[in-house]
């Protein structure tokens, strides 16, 4: 087991699969530009390099900015391409996998108060209004600093809540009291022993994570669910992310800053897995929103990628075949992203 979980990888990467690779975008000196966590470092490396520049532009994403499928040496993502033509501007990155647009409302307003970008670039992806709600992991810094949005907009009060809940979780026993009780002494002594004396303990978040993937696996397999399998949108959850987006924007309005939203590249030589009237109505909402602002510039760009450049996918069904990926594309595919996206970030 110790040679399984041998931490040489992320659950995240490992959820991508063989085919695909994760690149974080780096600055003109390889500097650190781009994260996933924003972690005190991240924050740290960020501020020092806006400090280079006059402007600054902040892209928010998910795994589609930070992976390249098949990928080579050398190759880049599209932030990272686009900061070399842009060299008079600071462009700075925070993509989390599956990320939601509340996640991105978090994000926007917790970078708004550290950099306030000039500008602010957000992809809608159909897939990710199906997710609900924030996850710490990802936004580290913002819950160990106890971070809250000034705000009394119902939907940012409930995700002031969440973040709280995050940064102050009730103890297993179902107290609220931070204070210590000696089990909880004694399982965090036990748990730094165990980290530091076997790698199998030490690794055991890629544990639960292989776990996950291979029950993902089973349930995939026992119900025919694969990549091309249509997904259904959950109302609610939609609900919720659209009202977030209109927020950001709203906010963004209120500090000055300028927005791109866009409908990002999916794969168009095959029928997507949406059912197609909701995917139609899905970007009828984004670009109704994005047109309430005066300063927010709206984009579909759904097709700009050609077909063979998106490749294939490790299988998710369990039929161990390849599957045809329609969020992760090719090198090509992050440099016609660039080209397109490049007119439309400067003023």
Not at 145 to 167: A, I, R
Not at 309 to 320: R, V
Request: aromatic share 8%; hydrophobic share 35%; charged share 20%.
């Amino acid at each position: 087991m110790a040679t399984v979980f041998s931490g040489n990888r992320s659950f995240e990467e490992a959820a991508l699969g063989s085919l695909t690779a994760v690149h974080e975008a780096q600055g003109p000196q390889g500097e650190n530009t781009h994260c996933q966590r924003i972690n005190e470092e991240d924050q740290t490396a960020f501020l020092e390099f806006v400090s280079k520049y006059a402007s600054t532009i902040l892209f928010l994403g998910n795994s589609q900015t930070h992976s390249i499928n098949q990928k080579k040496e050398g190759e880049a993502v599209y932030p990272e391409l686009i900061q070399k033509r842009l060299d008079s501007i600071a462009i700075l990155t925070h993509s989390m996998p599956n990320a939601n647009l509340q996640e991105f409302l978090v994000s926007h307003a917790w970078w708004t108060e550290q950099i306030n970008p000039e500008m602010v670039v957000v992809p809608a992806f159909m897939d990710d209004l199906r997710e609900d709600g924030l996850r710490g992991d990802f936004l580290k810094s913002i819950v160990s600093g106890g971070y809250q949005m000034e705000t009394s907009h119902p939907l940012e009060v409930k995700l002031n809540e969440q973040l709280d809940f995050l940064t102050n979780p009730p103890s297993e026993a179902g107290s609220e009291s931070k204070e210590q009780t000696p089990q909880d002494i004694s399982e965090a002594a036990l748990n730094d022993w165990l980290s530091e004396h076997t790698s199998v303990w030490r690794n055991r978040a890629n544990a639960r994570g292989d776990l996950f993937l291979g029950l993902y696996g089973f349930r995939n397999k026992l119900f025919g669910i694969n990549a091309s399998t249509q997904r259904k949108m959950i109302p609610a959850r939609y609900d919720r992310n659209l009202k977030a987006l209109d927020l950001l924007c709203t906010r963004a309005g209120e500090n000055g800053q300028r927005v791109l939203v866009y409908i990002p590249p999916i794969r168009t030589d095959v029928a997507p897995p949406y059912d197609p009237e909701e995917y139609l109505n899905f970007k009828r909402d984004i670009e109704s929103q994005a047109q309430r602002h005066d300063h927010v510039v709206f984009a579909n760009l759904e097709d700009i990628v050609p077909g063979p450049l998106w490749g294939l996918k490790a299988s998710t069904d369990g039929s161990g075949e390849p599957e045809l990926d329609f969020m992760h594309f090719q090198f090509s595919g992050h440099e016609i992203l660039a080209n397109a996206l490049i007119p439309m970030l400067t003023p």
